[in-house]
Each structure stands twice: as structure tokens, then as C-alpha cells.
């Protein structure tokens, strides 16, 4: 693990929950962790660049990463609980040895590989990482009924797979129950709770019972031998599916425009902890937080003519001639996405829109940990073309 490495990892980790938003969802993490991964800009994750998202949580340095290493780091990016740490470990360690090596990471290329045709692209990237977070309830389900340990689920162990939700220990699960155990234990939201529960329910008769355990054993029991191993476990999150959303996009990439503009120097594509500098060069008095006025100087440096207005050709000409930073076509799709009120002009007025995006919590600072997140989310959507963008309901 690299010097860089280490400096980004204890900073993200160095949050407290208290900072932490309440709102901060692991897309935003997913996007941090294309940028990370992406050393050298150029939209493939190559084997090595894929391998390094995991050896950055190689504490020893000895090429192997255990469970003890691993949960606290991720702990603290992502403020998720042990168990869930624990699931995304245990879902990367595919040959069930406790340790992630590369015995692991190269059949984990191959699996972010969709297409397989050797690159993984961010589309890709992203679309992995999705599913993993869907997994990863389902894993934690699977650690707490396997109560020998051996790493699969007999039919006796599969048969309390959802007595976690059973409240009241009558050996049935109500829709309420489950409703309400999905989202106390920080497995999602109540949207998610409701798709989940109507794919286990089999009979569709309103409860999680014995009746249901047997036929989805019978339906994810893959090598049909009557136990229940955690990548067939997995299967189960296809009753999750991303919702679709927009929101957000066009007010990220604005900021990262304004941001890109002003630090420029420090955007040097080989430089996987940019987003640490830019931070921390936009946050002048250096209080770790970003306020309104610290964000409109950096929106300045578009207007060109001092009027207190950025126009399309202003900022075309800011961003393709002066600053260097892209192209024209690239110069006006974000253009278009800056222009909040969409009045052909971006001005003060958008500022508002701009800082309240990246305000997630709306305590009129932005943290180190919001601007970590939301910057890296609109990165990947504002230089990766796509149609939508994709959110997970995860509470």
C-alpha cells in the first residue's frame, strides 16, 4: 500500500459518525471508489487497478487481507455495521479461506468483466459494485444462521435464515416484521424491504414461513446438494432492484466544474487522492468544512467579464482556451448541467442549488465526507456518457 493510499484511506476513516450525513448513500461510495481505482483516467479498470481497491485495505502490507483488516477501514468510510462490513468481505473472499489474495481478485475481475471482453469499464465498475451492495444483506443473513461455521447453510440452518425479522418468536415472519427488521438493521429502506419480502414470500400468503425456506431453498440450491452456500445465498438479491433517478446529477456536476476550474493543477490524472487535494486548496482557511463564500470564488473564475454572469460562450472559452481542461462538446454538456435554473446564463442564483447539493445534511458547511461523495459521484457521470443514473434505496 502506497504512501497516497495510506493518507486516503486514514482520512476517510478518520470521520466520525458524527460527521458522517445522514443521507449518504453507497452510490456515492461506489463512484469514490471508480476514482480511486481509475489511476490513470482513461474510463478501463485494469486487473491491477481493480486489485488495488482491495490491497489499500492491506494494513501489513503482506499481500493477503484479512477479516480484522478489512472491517475497520470499511467501517469507517461507510459507517455501516460490523455485520455488513463483515458480508462485503466474505462476499470478495470466494474461495471461503478468510484471507482476500489473489486467488480471489482474479476470478473478481472476471466477474466485474460483464461482457468479457478483458476490460472493465465504469458502466461496468459500477453496475458490479451494485450488486454487491444488494448481496450484502443477504450474506449477513447467511453469517448469523450459519452456526457451525463450515461456511454453508444445512436445511436446518436455512430454515431460520429470516428468524432475525421474527420478533414476537413465533416462528412466523410478518410483512410488518420484516418491513420493520430490513431497515432497524441498516439493510435498506422500506421500498427495498417491500421487494424483498414479496420475492421470498413463495405462497404469497403475507408471512415467511418454513413453507417458504424449503421452496427457495429448492430454487437457489444451484449444485443440488442440500446445502446453501453464501454465492447461492446471493442469488436472492435479485429481488432488489435499482431505482432510477436523475436528481442530482446536473447540481454535482456543476461543483465539480467550478471546483475542476480553479484547482486545475491538481487534476493530474495519475493522482487516485485528487479529491483530497481539491478540498482541501478550496477550503481556504483550512476548518476541514466548505462554506457558500468559499464556493462562489471558485465559481468566479468562469466570468470572464467580472459581470457577475457566466455564459455559455464565457464558459466554453474558460474551459477549452484558458484553463485547458476538455473539449467543446464536453465544455457544453456541462455547461447545461451547471445552468440550474436553466436561463441560458449561470449566475449567483445557481449557486444556492449548487452548495445545497453538496450540503447533505443542510448544516451550511460542506464536510470532507459530502464532498467526497457527492464529487465523486458526478466524476464518473460527468466524463462517463450515460443515459440514466443509477441510485440504490438503501435507507
Known amino acids: 500500500m502506497d504512501l497516497a493510499e495510506v493518507l486516503c484511506l486514514a482520512a476517510l476513516a478518520s470521520i466520525t459518525s458524527a460527521q458522517m450525513p445522514a443521507n449518504l448513500d453507497l452510490y456515492g461510495l461506489i463512484n469514490i471508489l471508480y476514482i480511486k481505482a481509475d489511476r490513470n483516467g482513461d474510463g478501463i479498470i485494469s486487473q491491477a487497478e481493480l486489485d488495488g481497491i482491495y490491497h489499500g485495505f492491506d494494513a501489513n502490507d503482506d499481500s493477503q487481507v484479512t477479516e480484522a483488516e478489512f472491517i475497520p477501514l470499511w467501517q469507517g468510510v461507510t459507517q455501516q455495521p460490523h455485520d455488513l462490513a463483515a458480508a462485503i468481505f466474505h462476499l470478495a473472499d470466494l474461495n471461503n479461506d478468510n484471507i482476500i489474495n489473489q486467488q480471489d481478485l482474479s476470478p473478481i475481475y ?9 476490460n472493465v469499464t465504469a458502466q461496468e465498475f459500477a453496475t458490479k459494485w451494485e450488486e454487491i451492495i444488494r448481496e450484502a444483506p443477504f450474506a449477513v443473513l447467511f453469517l448469523r444462521a450459519d452456526t457451525d461455521h463450515n461456511n454453508h447453510l444445512s436445511t436446518a440452518e436455512f430454515g431460520t435464515f429470516f428468524s432475525p425479522f421474527d420478533a414476537n418468536s413465533n416462528h412466523v415472519v410478518t410483512r410488518a416484521e420484516f418491513h420493520s427488521g430490513w431497515q ?3 439493510f435498506g429502506g422500506l421500498a427495498n424491504a417491500a421487494k424483498v419480502f414479496a420475492h421470498a414470500d413463495t405462497n404469497h400468503d403475507g408471512e415467511l414461513t418454513s413453507t417458504d425456506t ?4 429448492s430454487s437457489y440450491d444451484a449444485n443440488h446438494n442440500s446445502l446453501m452456500e453464501i454465492l447461492e445465498i446471493s442469488q436472492m438479491s435479485q429481488g ?8 442530482q446529477v446536473k447540481m454535482g456536476a456543476t461543483f465539480l ?9 491538481c487534476m493530474a490524472s495519475t493522482e487516485p487522492e485528487r479529491e483530497l487535494m481539491l478540498f482541501d486548496r478550496a477550503d481556504r482557511n ?7 463564500t468559499e464556493l462562489s470564488a471558485v465559481f468566479m473564475v468562469f466570468d470572464i ?9 464565457e464558459f466554453a472559452t474558460s474551459w477549452v482556451t484558458n484553463l485547458r481542461l476538455g473539449g467543446t ?3 457544453e454538456m456541462l455547461f447545461d448541467r451547471a445552468d440550474a435554473t436553466d436561463d441560458g446564463i449561470v449566475t449567483l442564483t445557481d449557486l444556492p442549488f449548487i452548495f445545497n447539493f453538496f450540503d447533505m445534511d443542510h448544516d451550511g458547511h460542506v464536510q470532507l465526507i459530502e464532498f467526497l461523495e457527492m464529487w465523486s459521484r458526478v466524476t464518473l457521470h460527468a466524463f462517463v456518457p450515460e443515459t440514466n443514473t443509477t441510485t440504490i434505496d438503501i435507507g
Open 110 to 118: 472476471g466477474r466485474f468483466d460483464i461482457n468479457g471482453n478483458g
Open 184 to 186: 432497524s438493521m441498516h
Open 214 to 217: 424449503t421452496a427457495l431453498l
Open 240 to 247: 432488489i432492484r435499482p431505482v432510477q433517478s436523475t436528481a
Open 257 to 265: 466544474i467550478l471546483v475542476v476550474s480553479v484547482f486545475a493543477c
Open 286 to 292: 483550512h476548518d476541514g468544512e466548505l462554506t457558500f
Open 305 to 313: 467579464n467580472h459581470d457577475q454572469n457566466v455564459t455559455r460562450a
Open 329 to 331: 462538446s464536453e465544455a
